[in-house]
Structures are given as C-alpha cells and as structure tokens.
C-alpha cells in the first residue's frame, strides 16, 4: 500500500531533464498510477 514516485533526472550547465511516474507498491508487486505511453518523443 505505499505509494512511490519514480523520478530520474540529469541537469547540465544549460539545460536539463526530469520525469516522474507514481507507483502503488502491493503484495504482488507495483501498479502504475497513470496510463501514459511509453514512448520516447523527438522534436
């Protein structure tokens, strides 16, 4: 029933980048908390 969240990161000098995903971790293992593709996106 404990609830984490997942947040890697990298900071530069110029910019940098974070993300963050919410678990709920049970009995048998850990749910994710939203429904989000997990796709890398590229501009």
Same mark, same amino acid.
């Given at each position: 029933g404990m609830t %984490?969240? *997942?947040m !890697?990161? %990298?900071w530069l000098s /110029? *910019?940098?980048f974070e993300c963050s995903e !919410? *678990? $709920?971790v049970? /009995?048998?293992g850990c749910e994710k908390l939203i429904d989000f593709p997990e796709e890398l996106? $590229?501009?």
């Amino acid at each position: 029933g404990m609830t %984490i969240h *997942f947040m !890697p990161g %990298i900071w530069l000098s /110029e *910019f940098g980048f974070e993300c963050s995903e !919410p *678990f $709920v971790v049970t /009995e048998n293992g850990c749910e994710k908390l939203i429904d989000f593709p997990e796709e890398l996106f $590229v501009r």
